[in-house]
């Protein structure tokens, strides 16, 4: 029998989220039938990448009226009686803001089990992968009911290209009346990646010694095209805003590649980033946590090496 | 005006997790009030200074032992508690039902404050199950709070660089992130007054919950392994920056 399955397509002024397609490949399946599901209106424009990847039919989601602009419960509802006329009953996303604000909703109006931050699904068991204890161990859950939902850790699936023919089609939702209004979207102090997607990020800890001293980060993060990142000393310090802490009680990220700079390794950090791919650590003392638990350690004063490190990176990344 | 609070008994940040029969760990660690619900406290007890009131209530659900994290949120401000008690920690959608059912026996909610996120299961659902069981408007991981005539105006984020500014009315639901304020931590007097601020108990079992269409279930837990081995890059810092691309081009392919 066909599966239906949604998954939320995630899109900025650029265009789809690029961790978006470890998502898609996490949802394919030989019996699934994908459903991208789109609410800005640009199905078209999306058409070509996303059927690379294997969606079968992208559904642009509006009402009567037009766009629905950024309301997560009104979102949800939209998304409830979408999944309803097009006989889907599994939903994934990537584990982003927008997610977290729409997923839950979505289960609870199904009472349905929701798993975010997943690092495997196993749809043929009902069972999917998260780490709790704030990474220290991994569980596997198994899900009952009759709706399931997923949102799936940035970075930790593979995109594999995987080439259908999709089509584009619109589904119209009725506007129930809204629980919540959103009054305005506000700019936000921190970076235009979120931390959570960004596949390289660099971050800075006590060392950096004030605000200023980020700098010498930002600078080295636009040349990798990473965003910048924090431990929670420099968030507390006030050097940095709390959007950028990495741990336990910040954001979890698993980028490809994360730079630790003048970063101890406390067990609350590690815990927002221990499932990184690769690690490189910049710390004076060879005997911090961050230096015994790393892929490539320096010992040295971040000072002295990322300002090396930023000029260096131009010209290797340069001559590709 | 009734201000309910949801707070977690969760093992603390730094415990060393060991994991028994294949899918529970070990408890006998120390447990601390989950960190996020420090600041729905702290912005519950904020609402207190203004609205002279406000009794503030914590809920949790959870075994005996919960009872201590009971008594870490009635020092940190709350004026009495409900610990719905369980044998085993039931999945969000049984918690969001319990919780739902001990508050309605209690009073009638205004506002309910819980956390973002339990820093032991990650669920990030809770509140929002609550909003569904009692048709109340949800907003989580809010930044920002502000209370005025009945209406809530808070900040959630929305994007990278973006926040959303939402307005809902009382009855509504609100899961504090955790730049929302600075919780305070009791003083000593805090901690004596608390000794004596009553605290229910109910067995879950007594609710009558009505059963879910749905289950969350662990079914194995392993301990994560991510013990890397170490390359110290020597040298002075041109060249170890030198080697340290080359692994990163060559070895890694990373950048
Ligand atoms: C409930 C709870 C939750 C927490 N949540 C988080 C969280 O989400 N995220 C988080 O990060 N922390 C969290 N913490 C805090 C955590 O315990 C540590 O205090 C924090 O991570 C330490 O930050 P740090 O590594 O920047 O500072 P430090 O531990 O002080 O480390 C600074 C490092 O910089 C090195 N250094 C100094 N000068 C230089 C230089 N010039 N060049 C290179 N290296 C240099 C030092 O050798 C040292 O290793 C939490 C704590 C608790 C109790
Ligand atoms: N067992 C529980 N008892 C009381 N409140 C809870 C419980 N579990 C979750 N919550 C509340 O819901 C929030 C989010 O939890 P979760 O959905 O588990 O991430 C927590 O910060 C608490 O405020």
């Known amino acids: 029998m066909m599966t239906h399955i949604g998954i939320l397509i995630e899109t900025t002024a650029d265009g789809i989220k690029p961790a978006l397609n470890g998502v898609i490949t996490a949802a394919r399946g030989p019996e699934h039938k994908l459903y991208g599901l ?10 070509d990448e996303l059927q690379a990847f294997g969606i079968h ?17 009104c979102w949800a509802r939209a998304m409830v009686d979408a999944l309803d006329y097009f006989e889907i009953d599994t939903l994934f996303g990537l584990t982003s803001f927008q997610t977290k604000d729409v997923f839950p909703r979505i289960a609870a109006l199904l009472d349905a089990p929701l798993l975010l931050d997943c690092i495997g699904v196993d749809l043929r068991t009902l069972t999917a ?19 399931y939902l997923f949102g799936i850790r940035p970075n930790v699936i593979d995109p594999q290209p995987s080439p259908v023919t999709a089509e584009v089609l619109s589904f119209k939702t009725k506007i129930s009346e809204e629980s919540l209004t959103v009054e ?58 709390h959007s950028m802490q990495v741990g336990q009680t910040g954001t979890t990220v698993s980028p490809n590649l994360y730079i630790a700079c003048g970063i101890s390794g406390s067990v609350q950090h590690f815990a927002g980033m221990k499932t990184a791919q690769v690690i490189v650590a910049i710390n004076t003392d060879p005997q911090a946590a961050m230096m015994q638990n790393c892929d490539y350690g320096i010992v040295g004063d971040l000072f002295d090496v990322i300002p090396i490190l930023t000029r260096r990176l131009k010209s290797a990344l340069n001559d590709k | 005006m009734n201000v ?85 920690n039931p999945d969000s959608l049984v918690t969001a039902r319990a919780i739902k059912a001990a508050i309605e026996r209690d009073g009638k909610p205004d506002i309910i404050f819980a956390g973002n996120e339990s820093i032991d299961s990650e669920g990030f659902q809770t509140p929002f199950r609550l909003g569904v069981a009692f048709n109340f408007p949800v907003a989580s991981n809010v930044v920002s709070f502000k209370l005025e005539d009945r209406r809530v105006t808070v900040e959630s984020k929305m994007n990278a660089g973006e926040m959303a500014v939402i307005r809902m009315p ?36 007594r609710l009558n919950l009505p059963t879910a269409a749905g289950s969350i279930q662990i079914d194995k837990l392993r301990p994560a392994v991510d013990q890397r081995h170490a390359k110290i890059i020597e040298g002075p810092p041109e060249a170890a920056v030198t080697e340290l691309i080359r692994l990163l081009k060559e070895e890694t392919r990373v950048i």
């Open chain 1, 38 to 47: 789109v609410f800005d209106g640009k199905s078209a424009a999306y058409k």
């Open chain 1, 57 to 73: 039919k992208i559904v642009d989601i509006q009402s009567d009226e037009g766009l629905l602009n950024w309301n997560p419960d």
């Open chain 1, 129 to 147: 992968e998260k780490s709790q204890f704030s990474g220290k161990t991994i569980a596997t859950f198994k899900l009952g009911g009759t709706h």
């Open chain 1, 184 to 241: 305005a979207v506000k700019e936000d102090a921190g970076d235009a990646i979120d931390l959570a997607e960004a596949p390289i990020i660099i971050a800075g800890g006590r060392a950096m010694q004030n605000a200023g001293n980020f700098r010498i980060l930002y600078e080295c993060a636009q040349v990798l095209g990473a965003a910048v990142g924090a431990s929670r000393v420099a968030v507390d310090a006030g050097w940095v805003p």
């Open chain 2, 4 to 88: 309910y609070v949801c707070i977690k008994h969760v093992p603390d940040t730094a415990a060393k997790i060991t994991i028994i029969d294949n899918n529970r760990i070990d408890e006998k660690v120390t447990f601390i009030i989950n960190p996020y619900d420090e600041n729905a406290i702290e912005a519950a007890s904020g609402l207190k200074r203004h609205i002279t009131d406000a009794e503030i209530i914590a809920v949790t659900v959870g075994k005996a032992s919960a009872e201590a994290t009971l008594r870490s949120a009635l020092a940190m401000g709350a004026d009495r508690g409900i610990l719905i008690r369980c044998e085993r």
């Open chain 2, 170 to 205: 009382l009855p509504c639901i609100v899961g504090a992130g955790k730049a929302l304020n600075q919780p305070r931590y009791p003083t000593l007097p805090d901690i004596m007054k608390a000794r004596k601020k009553p605290i229910q108990t109910i067995d879950l079992d």
